[in-house]
């Protein structure tokens, strides 16, 4: 956002006010005698004046679909900018469609945890997906993604993309840098074939529902080998919602452009939808102006409550990870139950390898292997007192649900058995209770099994 300061400075200043410091006091700060804030000191102010809004302590919600240019010739340069005719895009604002105060508050402090140049807030953490993939991929052209996948993801690239030409080849999220390296080779002639490019390579990690990490540092280098320094080499995009931001930064690890569900964790309460893309200025630039043309942008309600979110983001995920990791220690011992797929927990020497080297957390979300079947996990979910039988993740409430017959039934059974979604596997979202509630809760439950 323009500086909201410089305004508010030059009238004080007509005022006849001599401005320092002590004169602003409601300034936003970034820096303290020369100490760069903490991202969590940040989400209380960054990217808002309250001088500029009669003195709101916070940013009120503006619900206008358009806003008045100064004069003509401004109204014309902000639409070059929107229509690509000058570079940088629009420098104000205009249209609700394209931007709006609350939304670039949001995005300004969201790029903060990811250390990222720029941020887009969308209306869903699908589309936030979906723009990201139409910002990148034409006919004919391969996508090479992760697995498993968020389910609905699945089908947009291999099912929606595919009635455009667009096709993709997978590898499991474990995967070498070898191995990743093989399937680019065989994308690129795949490609090649169908007069495309290789548009994309599109990780999740962790992956929903399992939790099995991918190597992003693997993938980077896997990139740069197979493509050199050819200027077309595809983007790494990554889903960074379960252990974002607060325990994982992929852009630190190679990844050129990085997405969420808002709704999960930086939304936090169950109570809203919402996506965000976070990156370079040249690639958020290019899924900018998809989301200008196709309004997949947020309303500015919803901005403003994430903004509310991210001030106890940290807090709550805190807590939650804190809960996670004494539920889990329960849980790993208990005789009905067959494994789990919890980070801090890892066995296989490839996974713990990639934690140590990604991650500062475990995260609260796991998987929870019943020993059984479906019949077994429904009667476990059934018997939940305080958590909640639903979908979704990252609140602050503890969720439970079984994805083989909720989330990813709509993949084949065949490709569920070989990502490892089995009819056993709940996936569990700890919330911010008494943990030593939520242990009896699971006690009495597995119980009933």
Sequence with gaps: MPNQNDGTKKGL??????????SMPNAPVEKIAGRKLKPSTLMMGHGYDPALSEGSLKPPI???????????????????????????????????????????????????????????????????????LLANVSQGDVVVHSGPLYAATETLINKILGRFGVTFLDFPAGASPGKVA?????????????????????????????????DIEGVYGARNQVFENDAAAP????????????????????ADIVIYSLTKYVGGHSDLVAGGVLGSKAYMDQVRAIRNTIGTICDPNTAWMLLRSLETLELRMTRAGEN??????????????????YLGFITDESQKDIYDRHCSGAGSTFSLFIKGGEA???????????????????????????????????????????????DNLIRISIGVEDPDDLIADFEQALEAV
């Design 13 to 22: 200043e007509d005022l006849g006010v001599a401005v320092t410091p002590r």
């Design 376 to 422: 077994e996990g429904f009667a476990f979910l059934d018997a939940l007192r305080i958590a909640k039988l639903a979908v979704s993740l990252g609140g602050t409430e503890t969720l439970a649900s079984l994805p083989a017959a909720m989330t990813h039934l709509s993949v084949p059974d065949e490709r569920r058995a070989a990502l490892g979604i089995t």
């Design 235 to 254: 983007p790494i995009a990554i889903d960074n919602t379960f252990l974002g931001p607060l325990w994982q930064q992929p852009l630190k690890h190679g």
């Design 182 to 214: 093989e399937l680019l080779e065989q994308a690129k002639a795949q490609a090649a074939e169908n007069g495309g490019k290789v548009a994309i390579i599109y990780l999740e990690s962790p992956a929903n529902p399992t939790n099995a990490l991918v």
């Design 324 to 341: 996670a990791a004494k539920v889990c220690a329960f849980l790993r011992d208990h005789p009905k139950v067959e494994g789990l797929g």
């Design 62 to 132: 503006f619900l206008t679909s358009t806003f008045a240019f100064e004069n003509a010739a401004a109204g014309k340069r902000h639409f070059e900018g929107i229509t690509g005719k000058r570079p940088g895009g629009s420098d104000g604002l205009v249209y609700s469609r394209f931007n709006g105060p609350n939304q670039e508050i949001f995005e300004d402090r969201l790029s903060i945890w990811d250390e990222a140049e720029d941020a887009l807030v969308f209306s869903s953490g699908m589309s936030a997906i979906a723009t990201v």
